[in-house]
């Protein structure tokens, strides 16, 4: 039988009482092997949780963040930021906050020598 440790994949799609907490509780343990996670259409998820929660990932390769109507231009400064090396997939559609600043964060092109998501390719 499988340890949580081990789990690389997790989908919390439609999840709408998501809370910090939980998040940090799950990066925490999972922080180091997960690999693919799907929030889309959290509608609850904030930007501040989603920073909290992308702090711990380290090994993150796929973010689903599709249909996330409260993340803006912040939260996707703090993926770029904190997964922008290892990132190769991230989905923001539907987000209707975000703006052209959001696009440049994870480019690479907006911050003092941030180089962005430099892997991503879809």
């Given at each position: 039988?499988?340890?949580?440790?081990?789990?690389?994949?997790?989908?919390?799609?439609?999840?709408?009482?998501?809370?910090?907490?939980?998040?940090?509780?799950?990066?925490?343990?999972?922080?180091?092997?997960?690999?693919?996670?799907?929030?889309?259409?959290?509608?609850?998820?904030?930007?501040?949780?989603l920073e909290s929660f992308a702090a711990r990932l380290?090994?993150?390769?796929?973010?689903?963040?599709?249909?996330?109507?409260l993340i803006a231009d912040s939260g996707c400064k703090s993926v770029s930021e904190i997964c922008g090396t290892v990132l190769t997939s991230l989905d923001l559609s539907h987000c209707d906050r975000i703006t052209h600043d959001a696009c440049g964060w994870i480019a690479g092109q907006l911050g003092h020598n941030r180089p962005g998501c430099v892997k991503l390719r879809r």
């Amino acid at each position: 039988m499988p340890t949580l440790a081990l789990i690389s994949e997790l989908s919390l799609g439609s999840w709408t009482s998501i809370c910090t907490t939980s998040l940090r509780s799950l990066a925490l343990t999972l922080g180091n092997t997960l690999k693919h996670v799907s929030l889309a259409h959290c509608t609850s998820l904030s930007n501040e949780m989603l920073e909290s929660f992308a702090a711990r990932l380290y090994s993150l390769e796929s973010l689903d963040l599709k249909g996330c109507t409260l993340i803006a231009d912040s939260g996707c400064k703090s993926v770029s930021e904190i997964c922008g090396t290892v990132l190769t997939s991230l989905d923001l559609s539907h987000c209707d906050r975000i703006t052209h600043d959001a696009c440049g964060w994870i480019a690479g092109q907006l911050g003092h020598n941030r180089p962005g998501c430099v892997k991503l390719r879809r």
